[in-house]
């Protein structure tokens, strides 16, 4: 397994220097502020404007170099090295300003393009995807197809030089603020599923395309149903060949993966001081699951550094991201019953701060266990791709798409 590469040679410093410059002019320190503060939108306009702010900040990073350091001048990168794009991730979490959204869906589909897209489109659409110009949401899910994506029923005919797409695709986050999407589209309904899947980029704004908000138990609307009705998009946005699409939307999967895995909401302290106002701090079992939290906290932040590293050269990374997500999502169950424990029964029905940093740290697990792949998908991956266990048995895989019961 490859070391992580945790060691900063003395040239590194101007640039951590130079970095740590930029963010103190131009960035909020994250101060005292309030540690208990949670990050969700119940009304649609303080939701958007989050969005938005988010996508401004993505623009202010861009121009000054901090979007894409490592990746190529020519598609909008900085020509970088690798340790300046991680020197410049440590910085940032010590500020309050975030890219958010639009961040998640550059770390996503980013490295899929720079790998699977063409010359033309590289050039296209990757300096506007760095700046935030273009925002993208993913247009995956169906009301049949979660898990198995790959059974996926949004069908596009060929007309001429364009696709025309009819189908329903659900649970896509941000779609209802987002200028483009990835969508994917059924192109050969005989072939079997894997094998007739297009990976096209479509505008938001086409005709036949609905956006519908879906209103969630706390009232946010985090994501939405998309009606696609003789959508007519140009083939020239296709990525990748015709019916190759499963390819590209496997290394979008290990990239969001990745992302979620690696994504550091610090908490231990508020752990800690859950602890300490409960006066359970020296209570044995409450410090053993503090230490296995933050032990487990602290190896998922290596193997994500791994992860990224391998992301940022381009390489295939050392673990399957599975496993990093996977760990992230028990790390949060950890820390969610760790904060109600130590809240206790009042901590239930309680409305201070900590009480509901503490309900939001325990429900969350359930969003994070279920977007981009869920805990148990993710163990079949890792079972079969990297521990070489048979495969689960699949009786609709060399079956013509059309053929398999719906
Ligand atoms: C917060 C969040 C954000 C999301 N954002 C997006 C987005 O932006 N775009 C998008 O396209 N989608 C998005 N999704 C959808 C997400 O990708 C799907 O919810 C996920 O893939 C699961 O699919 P499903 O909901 O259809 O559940 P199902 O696939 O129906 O699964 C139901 C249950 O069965 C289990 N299961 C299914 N198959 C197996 C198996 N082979 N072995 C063992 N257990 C199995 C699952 O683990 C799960 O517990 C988002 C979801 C969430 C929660």
Same mark, same amino acid.
């Given at each position: %397994? ?44 303080? #939701? ?27 598609? /909008? +990168? /900085? ?20 890219? /958010?959204? !639009?961040? $998640?869906?550059?770390? %996503? ?33 169906? !009301? ?15 007309? +001429? ?13 941000? $779609? ?12 050969? !309904? ?27 138990? *706390? ?18 946005? %296709?990525?990748?060949?015709? *019916? ?9 999967? $290990? ?84 904060? %109600?424990?130590?809240?206790?029964? #009042? ?19 359930? $969003? ?31 079956? !013509? ?6």
């Amino acid at each position: %397994m490859t070391s992580v590469d945790l060691s900063e040679p003395a040239e590194q410093d101007a640039y951590r220097a130079e970095v740590r410059a930029w963010y103190d002019a131009n960035a909020t320190l994250n101060g005292p502020g309030n540690p208990w503060a949670i990050a969700s939108h119940t009304e649609g306009d303080s #939701a958007r404007q989050f969005f938005n702010s988010n996508r401004e900040w993505q623009t202010r990073l861009f121009d000054a170099g901090f979007m894409g350091i490592a990746w190529p001048e020519e598609y /909008g +990168g /900085g020509g970088g090295e690798g340790w300046m794009a991680r020197i410049e991730r440590e910085i940032s979490r010590d500020y309050s300003e975030l890219t /958010g959204f !639009p961040g $998640a869906t550059t770390a %996503m589909l980013g490295p899929a393009l720079l790998r699977h897209a063409s010359e033309d489109q590289k050039r296209e659409y990757l300096p506007k995807l760095l700046s935030a110009e273009l925002t993208f949401c993913q247009l995956f899910s169906e !009301p049949g197809a979660g898990s198995d994506l790959a059974s996926l029923a949004t069908r596009a005919e060929i007309d +001429g030089d364009e696709f025309v797409v009819t189908g329903q695709k659900v649970w896509n986050s941000a $779609a209802q603020y987002c200028d483009w999407g990835f969508l994917l589209v059924r192109t050969d !309904p005989d072939a079997p599923k894997h094998r007739g899947i297009t990976f096209v980029l479509v505008d938001m704004s086409s005709p036949g395309i609905e956006v519908r908000p879906l209103v969630q138990m *706390n009232r946010s609307a985090h994501f939405n149903e998309v009606f696609l009705s003789e959508v007519r998009i140009p083939m020239a946005n %296709m990525i990748g060949e015709l *019916n190759q699409g499963w390819a590209i939307t496997r290394t979008v999967l $290990a990239n969001e993966a990745a992302f979620i895995g690696g994504v550091k909401v610090p908490c231990a302290d508020n752990l800690i001081e859950l602890a300490r106002r409960h006066d359970r701090l020296t209570d044995p079992i409450v410090r053993q699951n503090l230490v296995q939290f933050l032990i487990r906290d602290r190896v998922t932040t290596w193997m994500g550094e791994q992860v990224q590293q391998a992301i940022r050269r381009g390489e295939m990374p050392p673990m399957d991201p599975g496993l990093l997500k996977l760990m992230a999502t028990q790390n949060k169950v950890l820390s969610g019953n760790l904060a %109600m424990e130590l809240s206790g029964p #009042a901590g239930l029905v309680n409305e201070s701060e900590p009480a509901r940093w503490s309900h939001h740290e325990l429900m969350i697990r359930f $969003a994070i266990s279920i977007g981009g792949g869920t805990s148990e998908v993710l163990r079949n991956n890792i079972g079969e791709r990297s521990l070489g266990l048979p495969r689960e048995p699949g009786y609709d895989k060399n079956q !013509p798409w059309r053929d398999i019961p719906r």
